[in-house]
């Protein structure tokens, strides 16, 4: 057994080792022993260590382990999120991402295509906007469909971690593979801005040499020229500004009022007095505000789903072979797959009739039969 993915089991389910020593009917030091790899365990211990977790002798008995750092979870604060939450939201994101891999390897999925680092933060804003198909005055669309047909893989946690919204990683091999995981449950427009920010820490933060805190900052503002560039709010805020107005930029331009108060300020668009003066009518119209944001379509990753139904049988997923080749529960792959868009889900009408499809998906193979 390899005592790496009893400890990855471990931190999915949530458990310390004592309370899945307790589980097993073991002591701790045995679950230390074992994870450590000092340790092979019984045939009766393994079999009650597959019972106990749900996930099959197979799966812990691979000795290849995907490569999936931390990420942007290393920035958020002690006081923010405990180790044990983060490791468990990094598992989510790993055994996703794994199952993704699986399924990759057999289908036609597309290479990363952005540029990365090398360059200011507000030009590198600019230059993955530009490579988005976007001119500064054009509003971004739907910013997970347009990442996703560039390579980059987004999954939705099944389980929702209040004290994380996301994080973003370069994993695989090599590091070479964009992932950014949705693991809160946040209004449309915060959505948005939560990928873009996560998107700013894969292009400018690659290595983490540096003060962890600018890190922060320098995505907020990576994500502000992505979402509401400084040409265009140059024209569109003028003093005087009302709430009114940032109502209807917020509906073109889908991102939150509040987003859009800060950015206008901090380009000094509008004065101190006027940016008071907005928060504080913010809070007073704060049931309707968040009324407006739940009204609004929440954009949700689909290629996960997308090559689970190519590869296995369409919307009727065949989940005992999708669990034999991958090694995974069926319970965990539909927990998996169901957290993400489906077909129906995620085609919506264009204002000129068009149907946004599926990126990719026709290219895709329908061979299920290879292993």
């Given at each position: 057994m390899n005592g790496l993915r009893l400890k990855q089991v471990r931190e999915f389910l949530g458990l310390?080792?004592?309370?899945?020593?307790?589980?097993?009917?073991?002591?701790?030091?045995?679950?230390?022993?074992?994870?450590?790899?000092?340790?092979?365990?019984?045939?009766?211990?393994?079999?009650?260590?597959?019972?106990?977790?749900?996930?099959?002798?197979?799966?812990?008995?691979?000795?290849?382990?995907?490569?999936?750092?931390?990420?942007s979870l290393l920035y958020r604060s002690r006081n923010a999120i405990d180790a044990s939450e983060r490791a468990r939201v990094n598992r989510y994101g790993q055994f996703m991402f794994e199952v993704a891999e699986k399924l990759a390897s057999k289908l036609k999925y597309p290479q990363?295509?952005?540029?990365?680092?090398?360059?200011?933060?507000?030009?590198?804003?600019?230059?993955?906007?530009?490579?988005?198909?976007?001119?500064?005055?054009?509003?971004?669309?739907?910013?997970?469909?347009?990442?996703?047909?560039?390579?980059?893989?987004?999954?939705?946690?099944?389980?929702?971690?209040p004290k994380t919204e996301a994080f973003a990683v370069w994993a695989g091999h090599e590091n070479k593979k964009p992932v950014i995981v949705l693991t809160g449950d946040t209004p449309a427009?915060?959505?948005?801005?939560?990928?873009?920010?996560?998107?700013?820490?894969l292009d400018l933060h690659s290595t983490l040499f540096g003060d962890i805190q600018a890190f922060e900052r320098e995505a907020d503002i990576f994500a502000s020229e992505l979402l509401l560039p400084e040409e265009t709010m140059s024209r569109l805020v003028v003093e005087p500004f009302n709430l009114m107005r940032a109502a209807r930029i917020r509906s073109e331009w889908k991102v939150s009022i509040q987003a859009l108060v800060r950015r206008a300020h901090d380009l000094q668009l509008i004065s101190d007095s006027t940016y008071k003066s907005l928060f504080v009518?913010?809070?007073?119209?704060?049931?309707?505000?968040?009324?407006?944001?739940?009204?609004?379509?929440?954009e949700r990753p689909r290629y996960l789903r997308g090559m689970a139904e190519k590869r296995y049988g369409?919307?009727?997923?065949?989940?005992?072979?999708?669990?034999?080749?991958?090694?995974?529960?069926?319970?965990v792959l539909k927990q998996f797959i169901e957290a993400q868009a489906s077909q129906e889900e995620y085609t919506r009408k264009k204002p000129q009739g068009k149907i946004l499809d599926f990126p990719g998906e026709k290219n895709y193979s329908t061979d299920v039969r290879e292993n």
């Amino acid at each position: 057994m390899n005592g790496l993915r009893l400890k990855q089991v471990r931190e999915f389910l949530g458990l310390t080792q004592s309370e899945l020593a307790l589980k097993l009917g073991a002591s701790q030091s045995t679950v230390a022993y074992l994870e450590g790899g000092y340790l092979q365990p019984s045939e009766e211990l393994l079999r009650t260590i597959c019972e106990c977790t749900g996930f099959p002798q197979e799966f812990f008995e691979q000795m290849e382990v995907t490569e999936f750092p931390l990420g942007s979870l290393l920035y958020r604060s002690r006081n923010a999120i405990d180790a044990s939450e983060r490791a468990r939201v990094n598992r989510y994101g790993q055994f996703m991402f794994e199952v993704a891999e699986k399924l990759a390897s057999k289908l036609k999925y597309p290479q990363f295509k952005l540029p990365k680092g090398g360059m200011d933060v507000v030009t590198a804003a600019r230059i993955i906007r530009s490579n988005l198909g976007y001119t500064p005055d054009s509003p971004i669309d739907d910013l997970i469909y347009d990442l996703e047909k560039n390579g980059v893989f987004i999954f939705k946690s099944p389980v929702l971690f209040p004290k994380t919204e996301a994080f973003a990683v370069w994993a695989g091999h090599e590091n070479k593979k964009p992932v950014i995981v949705l693991t809160g449950d946040t209004p449309a427009d915060r959505t948005r801005w939560t990928i873009a920010h996560e998107l700013g820490h894969l292009d400018l933060h690659s290595t983490l040499f540096g003060d962890i805190q600018a890190f922060e900052r320098e995505a907020d503002i990576f994500a502000s020229e992505l979402l509401l560039p400084e040409e265009t709010m140059s024209r569109l805020v003028v003093e005087p500004f009302n709430l009114m107005r940032a109502a209807r930029i917020r509906s073109e331009w889908k991102v939150s009022i509040q987003a859009l108060v800060r950015r206008a300020h901090d380009l000094q668009l509008i004065s101190d007095s006027t940016y008071k003066s907005l928060f504080v009518q913010i809070s007073q119209q704060k049931k309707k505000l968040q009324e407006l944001s739940e009204a609004d379509v929440p954009e949700r990753p689909r290629y996960l789903r997308g090559m689970a139904e190519k590869r296995y049988g369409g919307k009727r997923i065949n989940y005992q072979q999708f669990s034999k080749d991958t090694k995974f529960p069926i319970a965990v792959l539909k927990q998996f797959i169901e957290a993400q868009a489906s077909q129906e889900e995620y085609t919506r009408k264009k204002p000129q009739g068009k149907i946004l499809d599926f990126p990719g998906e026709k290219n895709y193979s329908t061979d299920v039969r290879e292993n």
